[in-house]
């Protein structure tokens, strides 16, 4: 939803923004901040928000962490659907058949399996 800028209103997306770089700054101080990087990461890029999820999962989090992981949960969805996107994209690149992936995926179809792939690059920016 969009809204218009008044007097200092923030836009939903600017509190949601906020509120997810919030939870990340919670987390990190919380120990998150030590987690290894990732091989496929650069060096400055902070734990994604799945690895922040698994940190606060595998920690002795209060409530404020829970809150914080919680507020997490939509950024962790948009990592997961570009992951998914990404590996249908590199298996068709290998000649998988939409047929095989389908199978793979647990859909019933090959036409399940476009329609889940023209779903997921509709809901990326």
Same mark, same amino acid.
């Given at each position: ?58 920690? !002795?989090?209060?409530? !404020? ?52 792939? !023209? ?7």
């Amino acid at each position: 939803m969009l809204m218009i800028h008044c007097s200092g209103m923030q836009s939903n997306d600017q509190v949601q923004a906020q509120q997810e770089a919030d939870a990340r700054r919670e987390l990190l101080a919380r120990g998150a901040d030590q987690l290894g990087r990732r091989p496929w990461q650069p060096a400055p890029v902070p734990p994604s928000a799945v690895d922040l999820l698994q940190f606060f999962l595998h920690s !002795d989090g209060d409530r !404020d962490a829970a809150l914080a992981a919680l507020q997490l949960l939509p950024a962790a969805r948009a990592e997961l659907d570009q992951l998914e996107t990404g590996l249908m994209f590199a298996a068709r690149g290998l000649g998988l058949t939409w047929a095989e992936m389908a199978r793979a995926l647990g859909l019933n179809s090959p036409q399940a399996c476009q329609q889940r792939l !023209d779903r997921l690059t509709a809901r990326q920016p």
